[in-house]
């Protein structure tokens, strides 16, 4: 199985609303990723997870809260949003390996924010 | 900023040609690897080219890397309706190889 599966494919979110990205992957990657992307551009790293714990934060709004509560599960926390936050949102994983890190890309959350 | 820059940002060929894409990037790299994107969808791997190696091949594709220049470039070969998708480069740059840096990607069209 090679797969990262996300959900909701599409949300759409008032600025004063709270909300929930999931990401799920059970290939045993000990490395869990979001990313941001707007259109046309090339998706922008948020948050790193390695092996559970927060490793990389790219100066990410507070706004943005990660969690990972096991190894296979990756949550991105939505507080208090901005228009300007309507973007794809993007998991990913990958082994970990520092000689190769390939990186599996589920197929996105669309945030919408009113 | 690290991210590398991608020419051109669009291409246009028919089926059947090749098409040829270009990745500069900035400081030194463990590796590089280059990414497919299918419009609103995420990312799939394509291939991956060690900073030791310098050409490398999978299918229809070949990858060449020249790290005296920061550059590396993609061909797809006998290109089909399929292979229409924006590419992107990343590069991982040594001492952090948990951070892929993306490129600005190239938009390929392939008309049938």
């Known amino acids: 199985d090679t797969e990262v599966t996300q959900t909701p494919k599409h949300l759409v979110m008032g600025m004063t609303n709270k909300k929930s990205l999931k990401c799920e992957q059970h290939?045993?990657?000990?490395?869990m990723y979001w990313y941001k992307q707007k259109a046309k551009k090339p998706p922008e790293l948020m948050f790193v997870?390695?092996?559970?714990?927060?490793?990389i934060n790219e100066s990410v709004p507070s706004r943005f809260s990660p969690e990972c509560p096991n190894s296979s599960l990756l949550n991105l926390h939505l507080h208090a949003l901005q228009p300007e936050d309507s973007a794809l949102y993007l998991c990913?994983?990958?082994?970990?390996?520092?000689?190769?890190?390939?990186?599996?890309f589920g197929a996105g959350t669309r945030l919408s924010v009113l | 900023s690290q991210q590398g820059e991608e020419d051109p940002q669009a291409l246009s060929i028919q089926e059947g040609e090749n098409a040829t894409m270009n990745c500069s990037y900035k400081?030194?790299?463990?590796?590089l690897q280059w990414y497919r994107q299918n419009s609103g969808r995420g990312l799939v791997h394509l291939i991956l080219?060690?900073?030791?190696?310098r050409e490398k091949h999978s299918g229809r594709l070949r990858v060449t890397l020249d790290t005296s220049k920061k550059s590396s470039s993609l061909l797809i070969t006998a290109s089909r309706a399929a292979d229409t998708a924006s590419y992107f480069c990343?590069?991982?740059?040594?001492?952090?190889?948990?951070?892929?840096?993306f490129g600005s990607g190239t938009q390929l069209t392939v008309l049938p």
């Open positions: 990343a590069t991982d740059y040594s001492g952090s190889a948990r951070q892929l840096t």
């Open positions: 080219i060690r900073s030791n190696e």
């Open positions: 990913a994983s990958s082994p970990d390996r520092l000689a190769k890190n390939i990186q599996y």
């Open positions: 290939m045993g990657h000990r490395a």
């Open positions: 997870y390695s092996y559970e714990k927060l490793s």
């Open positions: 400081t030194s790299i463990n590796n």
